[in-house]
């Protein structure tokens, strides 16, 4: 109920940032030419030089360790989400994030060209985090997670079927994004952001609507951005899979009261199970030989796909779009295109674009035929690790999934503060 009353009060608190209010005052119009003066107030984040930002995601990433590991109380993980929801989404207005960093980097890297300390810094601390102690950047630190975490009032469990499907969609995000960042078409992942519109207070409808329905969903599907799109989740993911020490829901020796299963909002608690029997083997054994050999299919599948797909990506960039501006556009209409007047003032031919263009094509037709075996052979792993299955005596966090919202640690009975709770009641 405490939780619940959080949430009212928080979106209350920031719902109203998202616009601005007009003046109550009309300004007073002068027949003499006088002009009023406009003042000028710059923005208190104009104040904070960017490298900060690297010093205060660190020093965040720790509280949030704290707050997991030690304190192990989901109000408090709560209420210091808002924290970092003001700050990085609302005061720094979600940029430079580490989710967009991704795109930054891999420009960095395949250009040759410098990268600011802070920037990569940004990109690698959270991995870091994740890989020493699970995704703690989403459990309070990432402003895009906590600002769906406070509109899941109703979570639904997603099919397993549906939720294997769905979450190679930030796969893909992450190798287009990337394709479309080396070969300079831009920053994908920046422009598909749902909620950067309302951090920054303007956006075209469209992207607002979205962010609005992204809200809406995640009323019944725990953070949908976070599990079916988020491309810096799936970095976390693989850093998350080697934790050195990962996310317990329980302090002390697991009860299997199944508790903890009714209240996390993204089915990130694996169930005990026994090992597999001598039949249950051999027909594990089975599957795994047949989902082996279908696995090349699968991937070089994808890669064609990607291949295909390349040519329809490629019209982000803009040697692609003008070629096809020139192709479509008639001379009465010319006038009507900035950049194909710009490009006749180069001296350059029709031909000299469409050739361009053509370049730009193979070069994205090349990227996403590897971006698509990527999926193609993450897909395949996927599929073959169902063919492993071992023994599990005790509830616990799934390593991959569990974003550390803190839910199960209020519900479990075995954990130090609610055994503390327990005792109050009881004497």
Same mark, same amino acid.
């Given at each position: ?171 893909? !995000? $992450?190798?287009? *994004?990337?394709?479309? @960042?080396?070969?300079? /078409? +831009?920053?994908? &992942?920046? =422009?598909?952001? #749902?909620? %950067? ?99 090349? !299919? $699968?991937?070089? *599948?994808?890669?064609? @796909?990607?291949?295909? /797909? +390349?040519?329809? &990506?490629? =019209?982000?960039? #803009?040697? %692609? ?100 709770? $327990? ?5």
């Amino acid at each position: 109920m405490r939780t619940l009353k959080i949430k009212i009060g928080a979106m209350g608190l920031f719902l109203p940032l998202a616009s601005f209010g007009e003046s109550r005052f009309p300004q007073p119009q002068f027949e003499t030419g006088h002009v009023v003066p406009q003042a000028v107030h710059p923005a208190f984040s104009e104040f904070v030089p960017p490298w900060a930002d690297a010093l205060i995601l660190a020093l965040a990433l720790a509280v949030s360790v704290w707050l997991v590991r030690r304190v192990r109380a989901r109000r408090w993980i709560l209420l210091f989400s808002l924290v970092c929801l003001a700050w990085f989404g609302f005061v720094r207005q979600g940029c430079i994030c580490p989710v967009g960093s991704t795109q930054n980097v891999a420009a960095a890297v395949w250009a040759g060209g410098g990268l600011p300390w802070f920037v990569a810094a940004l990109f690698a601390l959270p991995l870091l985090a994740a890989l020493l102690f699970g995704r703690v950047f989403c459990a309070a630190v990432c402003p895009l997670g906590a600002l769906q975490d406070l509109f899941v009032v109703w979570p639904r469990r997603v099919p397993p079927a549906l939720d294997a499907v769905l979450r190679l969609v930030p796969l893909a !995000v $992450l190798s287009v *994004g990337i394709v479309c @960042a080396v070969n300079g /078409a +831009g920053y994908l &992942v920046c =422009r598909t952001d #749902p909620f %950067v519109g309302l951090f920054r207070r303007g956006a075209p409808l469209s992207m607002l609507l979205v962010g609005m329905g992204v809200l809406l969903v995640g009323m019944v599907v725990a953070r949908p951005y976070c599990r079916y799109f988020c491309p810096y989740g799936v970095l976390l993911e693989g850093c998350s899979r080697l934790a050195w020490r990962r996310i317990e829901i329980a302090e002390q020796a697991c009860v299997n009261c199944r508790l903890c299963v009714g209240v996390c909002p993204v089915g990130a608690v694996s169930l005990p199970r026994e090992a597999p029997g001598g039949a249950a083997r051999a027909r594990l054994y089975r599957r795994f030989l047949g989902l082996l050999a279908v696995a090349p !299919v $699968l991937v070089f *599948g994808c890669a064609a @796909a990607g291949w295909a /797909a +390349g040519a329809q &990506v490629a =019209r982000l960039h #803009p040697d %692609v779009e003008l070629a096809e501006s020139l192709a479509t556009a008639q001379a009465a209409t010319e006038d009507l295109h900035p950049e194909i007047e710009a490009f006749r003032r180069t001296g350059k031919d029709r031909p000299w674009a469409e050739a361009r263009a053509a370049e730009t094509v193979g070069r994205f037709r090349s990227g996403c035929a590897g971006a698509g075996a990527f999926i193609g052979l993450v897909a395949a792993l996927r599929l073959l690790g169902l063919t492993r299955l071992r023994r599990r005596a005790e509830h616990e966090a799934d390593r991959v999934r569990c974003i550390a919202c803190g839910r199960c640690f209020e519900a479990c009975p075995m954990n130090a503060q609610k055994g503390k709770f $327990l005792k109050a009641r009881l004497s």
